[in-house]
C-alpha cells in the first residue's frame, strides 16, 4: 500500500498541503485587501448620498485595521506578508468602475450600483475570511483564527450596513428617477 501514516506519523502542519493552501488563500486576500484600498476613495468619492459615502470611508479604515491584521498573520507563519493577485477581486473592483461609467453622476441609481458592487465585494470577503478562519482552525492555528474571525465579523457588519442603506431609502429613491 501507498505511503499509509499512522496518526502518531502524520506530517506536521510545516509540510501539509492544508496549510500551503492556507498560505496561498492568505496572499490572495492580502493582495485583494490592499487593490481595493486603493480603489475605495473613488467609490466614496462617486457616492451621491453622504451616508453611503461614510460608510466606504469608514469601510477603508477598517481595511486597512484588516491589512494590519493579514500582516500580523503573516507574522505568525513567520512567512514575508506578501500578495498573489487576485483576480475575483480585480474583477469585483472592475465591474465597480464599469457601473460608475454606467451611471449618472448625482444619482440615487448611482449609489444602488455602488451598493450593489460592494455587497459583491463582501460577499467574496466573507466566504475568503469564513474559509481562511476554517483552516487555521483546522491547522492548529488558533491565533490566526481569531484574527481572520475578527475581519470575518466585520465584513458581515459591513454587508448589513449596505443592505440596511439600500433598503433603507437609496433603492426607493433610485426607483422614481428618470433615466
Not at 506530517?11 to 484600498?37: M, Q, R, V
Request: glycine letters at 6%; proline letters at 1%.
Amino acid at each position: 500500500m501507498k505511503n499509509q501514516e499512522s496518526k502518531n506519523n502524520t506530517p506536521s502542519s510545516e509540510e501539509t498541503g492544508l496549510k500551503n493552501l492556507f498560505k496561498d488563500e492568505l496572499k490572495d486576500i492580502y493582495w485583494a485587501e490592499k487593490h481595493l484600498a486603493k480603489s475605495m476613495p473613488k467609490l466614496a468619492k462617486s457616492a451621491t448620498s453622504e451616508e453611503l459615502r461614510t460608510a466606504f470611508e469608514q469601510h477603508l479604515t477598517e481595511t486597512e485595521n484588516q491589512i494590519a491584521r493579514l500582516e500580523q498573520v503573516f507574522e505568525l507563519l513567520g512567512v514575508k506578508a506578501a500578495g498573489k493577485k487576485c483576480e475575483a477581486m480585480e474583477g469585483l473592483v472592475e465591474e465597480a468602475k464599469g457601473m460608475l461609467e454606467d451611471t449618472e453622476d448625482g444619482t440615487m441609481t448611482r449609489d444602488a450600483a455602488l451598493i450593489s458592487c460592494a455587497q459583491k465585494i463582501e460577499h467574496y470577503e466573507i466566504a475568503s475570511y469564513g474559509t481562511l478562519r476554517t483552516l487555521a482552525n483546522t491547522i492548529g492555528l488558533s491565533e490566526a483564527a481569531d484574527l481572520l474571525s475578527q475581519t470575518l465579523e466585520e465584513e458581515k457588519s459591513t454587508d448589513v450596513k449596505l443592505t440596511q442603506i439600500a433598503e433603507g431609502f437609496v433603492n426607493q429613491a433610485a426607483s422614481s428617477e428618470q433615466e
